[in-house]
């Protein structure tokens, strides 16, 4: 595949005016307006937490704070603005049908018709059964329903560390269930770990990771740990939350051959990994995998709230027993934003520069990695990165000060972004210029240099 496809011209960011920090962030509107809204907004994520910045503006892949400050984008809002801040042609489809017709329940409409009959044409395999709603978690719980009501069964099999969302259904199939709900968890959900590179449960002689334990593990489990009624195993084929963690080659391939010995459904929860981050329309297709039930969000509508659940030809009657619609999912507004996404993906060949993106990522990381002693690994697939901070390259002991302390200080640099402990998340948007992602890395690197020093961890 060609991949040093230019940039759009309209997203170029001109670096000798941005990063531009005009006052030290969080300044003192930002602050100011901070405190207004959190004397009633109370749920606010460990990273506003620790960098209360309040935003005014985004276009493409910069944002301005409130007191003048440009930032450039490392994090596309959270995994979603993967086509830039404000696509001019996401915004115009939006707007069209903001002046046109809002909602009409799920009656059928012609935006809605082209939009299935696009997905139908782009997604892999025989992905043609559709639904639509407004948020990636409300996909999640559908395509759970979907399994439970293509097969019969209604136990689900998920993994250590990814994430679902935070409903009953979606978070009895992550960890920290307990944190969010309390007590209860649907009953049936199992959970089993799965394979990550850089830190396996099982390797082989020669040290690398065994993919075939980790299957043979799960095929003891089916026999004597579930009551043998598995309607899904359900993952994110690469998991975002968790640290941009991705798969061994061969996991994905054997994990499909295992559904299908023991008659269980393969749903890829691909909400943060579709529509071009990793560089494919769907991240198992960098495996040839083709699950049965697969759910999209976040880039989807580039910001527009739309999600969707997909389902194979043989499976797609099910969505009808599962009282499926509901009040926003494919509205007009809903629709004409996602087909605009596939549109303009194609348009500016963007699955192509989200993998140049990625060689120029890699390539710089690794470097980042030998200058570096607290770089324990580094990771990327298209947009999709990551950088794991530890305290001792051997014992891989995860580094979160570290992490803490890289954030806030690149965030005042003029990096929007959002790591997660000891893991720099990064999810420039796909329409980067490659010197603003230089740029980017540039700053990221020079806070870890200052947090070596600072920990006294420098060379
Ligand atoms: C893989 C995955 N699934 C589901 C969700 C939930 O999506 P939403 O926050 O839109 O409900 C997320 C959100 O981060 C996610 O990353």
């Given at each position: 595949?060609?991949?040093?496809?230019?940039?759009?011209?309209?997203?170029?960011?001109?670096?000798?005016?941005?990063?531009?920090?005009?006052?030290?962030?969080?300044?003192?509107?930002?602050?100011?307006?901070?405190?207004?809204?959190?004397?009633?907004?109370?749920?606010?994520?460990?990273?506003?937490?620790?960098?209360?910045?309040?935003?005014?503006?985004?276009?493409?892949?910069?944002?301005?704070?409130?007191?003048?400050?440009?930032?450039?984008?490392?994090?596309?809002?959270?995994?979603?603005?993967?086509?830039?801040?404000?696509?001019?042609?996401?915004?115009?489809?939006?707007?069209?049908?903001?002046?046109?017709?809002?909602n009409c329940h799920d009656f059928t409409t012609e935006i809605k018709t082209r939009l299935m009959e696009k997905m139908a044409a782009t997604l892999p395999g025989d992905l043609n059964g559709f639904q639509?709603?407004?948020?990636?978690?409300?996909?999640?719980?559908?395509?759970?329903?979907?399994?439970?009501?293509?097969?019969?069964?209604?136990?689900?099999?998920?993994?250590?560390?990814?994430?679902?969302?935070?409903?009953?259904?979606?978070?009895?199939?992550?960890?920290?269930?307990?944190?969010?709900?309390?007590?209860?968890?649907?009953?049936?959900?199992?959970?089993?770990?799965?394979?990550?590179?850089?830190?396996?449960?099982?390797?082989?002689?020669?040290?690398?990771?065994?993919?075939?334990?980790?299957?043979?593990?799960?095929?003891?489990?089916?026999?004597?740990?579930?009551?043998?009624?598995?309607?899904?195993?359900?993952?994110?084929?690469?998991?975002?939350?968790?640290?941009?963690?991705?798969?061994?080659?061969?996991?994905?391939?054997?994990?499909?051959?295992?559904?299908?010995?023991?008659?269980?459904?393969?749903?890829?929860?691909?909400?943060?990994?579709?529509?071009?981050?990793?560089?494919?329309?769907?991240?198992?297709?960098?495996?040839?995998?083709?699950?049965?039930?697969?759910?999209?969000?976040?880039?989807?509508?580039?910001?527009?709230?739309?999600?969707?659940?997909?389902?194979?030809?043989?499976?797609?009657?099910?969505?009808?027993?599962?009282?499926?619609?509901?009040?926003?999912?494919?509205?007009?507004?809903?629709?004409?934003?996602?087909?605009?996404?596939?549109?303009?993906?194609?348009?500016?060949?963007?699955?192509?520069?989200?993998?140049?993106?990625?060689?120029?990522?890699?390539?710089?990381?690794?470097?980042?990695?030998?200058?570096?002693?607290?770089?324990?690994?580094?990771?990327?697939?298209?947009?999709?990165?990551?950088?794991?901070?530890?305290?001792?390259?051997?014992?891989?002991?995860?580094?979160?000060?570290?992490?803490?302390?890289?954030?806030?200080?690149?965030?005042?640099?003029?990096?929007?972004?959002i790591p997660a402990g000891h893991i720099l998340r990064m999810s420039p948007p796909i329409v980067m210029d490659d010197d603003t992602l230089i740029k980017g890395l540039e700053i990221i690197e020079e806070s870890i240099g200052e947090t070596e020093k600072e920990l006294g961890y420098a060379k």
């Open positions: 595949m060609k991949t040093n496809i230019p940039s759009p011209a309209w997203a170029k960011v001109d670096l000798k005016k941005v990063p531009a920090m005009k006052v030290p962030a969080p300044g003192p509107k930002s602050k100011a307006v901070h405190a207004r809204c959190t004397k009633y907004f109370k749920g606010l994520s460990g990273q506003v937490k620790l960098f209360p910045v309040a935003f005014e503006s985004g276009h493409g892949c910069t944002m301005t704070d409130v007191d003048g400050n440009v930032y450039i984008d490392f994090s596309s809002g959270i995994y979603v603005t993967t086509l830039g801040h404000c696509h001019p042609k996401v915004t115009e489809q939006v707007q069209k049908y903001a002046g046109q017709l809002m639509l709603y407004d948020c990636g978690t409300a996909a999640v719980e559908a395509g759970l329903r979907v399994c439970r009501a293509a097969t019969g069964k209604h136990e689900m099999i998920s993994c250590f560390n990814d994430f679902h969302g935070k409903t009953l259904g979606a978070v009895s199939l992550a960890e920290y269930s307990a944190q969010v709900n309390g007590p209860s968890r649907v009953p049936g959900s199992h959970m089993v770990p799965r394979p990550n590179p850089y830190r396996p449960h099982w390797t082989k002689a020669d040290g690398t990771i065994d993919t075939d334990a980790y299957i043979a593990f799960y095929e003891e489990y089916l026999a004597r740990g579930t009551a043998r009624m598995v309607a899904a195993f359900v993952l994110e084929p690469i998991q975002g939350w968790g640290g941009s963690v991705m798969p061994p080659d061969d996991f994905l391939p054997k994990l499909r051959a295992l559904c299908d010995r023991h008659k269980m459904l393969l749903m890829a929860d691909e909400v943060l990994t579709s529509m071009g981050r990793t560089g494919k329309w769907l991240a198992c297709e960098h495996w040839n995998t083709l699950p049965d039930v697969v759910t999209l969000g976040k880039g989807f509508g580039n910001g527009f709230p739309v999600t969707a659940v997909c389902v194979r030809e043989p499976y797609k009657e099910s969505i009808e027993k599962i009282s499926a619609s509901s009040s926003y999912g494919g509205n007009p507004m809903a629709c004409a934003a996602a087909l605009a996404c596939f549109e303009v993906i194609e348009e500016e060949n963007l699955l192509a520069r989200a993998t140049h993106l990625e060689q120029i990522a890699l390539k710089y990381m690794r470097g980042m990695m030998e200058r570096h002693p607290i770089v324990g690994d580094v990771r990327a697939k298209g947009c999709l990165m990551g950088v794991e901070l530890v305290k001792d390259r051997k014992a891989k002991t995860p580094f979160d000060a570290a992490g803490k302390l890289v954030y806030q200080k690149a965030f005042a640099k003029g990096l929007a972004w």
